[in-house]
């Protein structure tokens, strides 16, 4: 079995464990791989390569908390490799391993006793004079945010030709049921069972007093049309990467082709594990 391990923050306590993941998994008889952000950090070990199919993980595993976990199920979504992550952050959300667990769990990795779930994610195409400049994927979400020194920001959205809303604010967020428990959330939108076949639309500080989230088929093809003037409005996906969006450029989102295999290592009941992390219902 061929292991990826990714993480971000150089800090020598998490580049110890992930040495020690790597001496574990090869004492086991599998084969590891880093990503090739990291290898000035463990450089005697060889990194994964898209275009290499000997190279090319079985399994992901991510070291940190959710952020870096979204930053690794970026190449995880786009390769449609299982993944995985230990959580050495605050929350930690997305990650299905605590410290404590690492060697237990991987043992049951390398002998796949695993099962793997779905998590459903989003594409954005964005059009300039209706032309296709970008197009992006997220796990959880798109965020349309302005400037904190520009005008209020107008956003139009459309179902097909249908007018369905139109917020003026800060922004909106476009977030998966996955994405629910994130920005959407902080934002003041509802948390949605990741087994729904939806996503979501919450508007960031809307200068309206019913503006609140709207919730659509994941069948559904949503048009936002951003109407203020400016060139400093943001296209943030997953909180990772962000892109300006210029007056009048078009943003098409639908349900992206592929979900996130995510390894299951033991059933997770949903309103357990919000319970645990956001003492939902306390």
């Not at 667990?101 to 594409?123: P, T």
Request: proline share 4%.
């Amino acid at each position: 079995m061929k292991i990826g391990l990714y993480f971000r923050k150089k800090i020598d306590h998490l580049i110890r464990m992930a040495d020690n993941i790597a001496t574990f998994v090869l004492a086991n008889g599998s084969e590891v791989f880093i990503s090739p952000e990291i290898t000035d950090m463990l450089p005697q070990y060889p990194t994964y390569c898209s275009s290499h199919l000997a190279t090319k993980p079985d399994a992901l595993l991510s070291l940190g908390g959710d952020g870096t976990f979204l930053h690794a199920a970026q190449y995880a979504l786009l390769e449609d490799i299982p993944i995985i992550g230990i959580n050495f952050g605050f929350t930690g959300f997305l990650t299905n391993i605590e410290k404590e667990e690492i060697y237990q769990s991987l043992e049951l990795i390398l002998n796949g006793a695993y099962s793997i779930s779905s998590n459903s994610s989003l594409k954005a195409s964005i059009f300039r004079n209706g032309e296709l400049i970008k197009s992006s994927f997220c796990l959880n979400d798109f965020v349309l945010q302005k400037d904190p020194i520009e005008k209020i920001l107008q956003i139009e959205l459309y179902m097909a030709t249908q007018k369905i809303a139109s917020f003026r604010g800060d922004g909106l967020i476009v977030a998966t049921p996955s994405g629910s428990t994130a920005y959407s959330l902080s934002a003041g939108g509802p948390v949605v069972d990741p087994c729904c076949k939806v996503y979501l639309l919450t508007p960031l500080c809307s200068h309206n007093l019913t503006g609140r989230t709207l919730i659509v088929h994941e069948k559904e093809k949503i048009y936002a049309n951003v109407l203020s003037k400016g060139e400093k409005t943001r296209f943030i996906r997953d909180g990772t990467e962000e892109f300006f969006i210029k007056d009048l450029d078009r943003i098409m989102i639908q349900r992206y082709h592929r979900s996130l295999k995510m390894i299951v290592l033991q059933e997770k009941n949903f309103y357990h594990t919000l319970n645990q992390k956001f003492q939902w219902g306390f």
